[in-house]
């Protein structure tokens, strides 16, 4: 069974940079392609990065392109985000997600089975 953990939230200034990670203790990371995605309140929920399987492709929302990176660690079920160069508009609670349907939905919220608790990153001078 998926059980999302997700770690690395925090409050930083405009161009630092923060990791988010998230660890599948259930131990089956390598059979879902992973996806972050970010809430603000009063907002739907918005992708922000995706990696597939092996983590040979990746996708991002044209907001975080060149910024953020996704990267994933089957041998240690992990999945994480490096995010550089921040703003305060990335301003948001950070969740972590699995999904094993079609990659081509990974920038979807309906694409994914798992989401793990939010975490909050706020960027602000």
């Known amino acids: 069974q998926v059980q999302l953990v997700v770690s690395g939230g925090g409050s930083v200034q405009p161009g630092d940079s923060l990791t988010l990670s998230c660890e599948d203790s259930?131990?089956?990371?390598?059979?879902?392609?992973m996806g972050w995605f970010r809430q603000v309140p009063g907002k739907e929920r918005e992708f922000v990065a995706s990696?597939?399987?092996?983590?040979?492709?990746?996708k991002y929302d044209d907001s975080v392109k060149g910024r953020f990176t996704i990267s994933r660690d089957n041998t240690k079920n992990t999945v994480s985000l490096q995010m550089d160069s921040l703003k305060p508009d990335d301003t948001a609670v950070y969740y972590c997600?699995?999904?094993?349907?079609?990659?081509?939905?990974?920038?979807?919220?309906?694409?994914?089975?798992?989401w793990g608790q939010g975490t909050q990153v706020t960027v602000a001078s």
């Open positions: 259930g131990r089956t990371l390598s059979s879902y392609y």
């Open positions: 997600a699995a999904g094993r349907t079609f990659f081509s939905y990974s920038t979807s919220t309906r694409g994914y089975e798992y």
């Open positions: 990696i597939s399987w092996s983590g040979g492709t990746t």
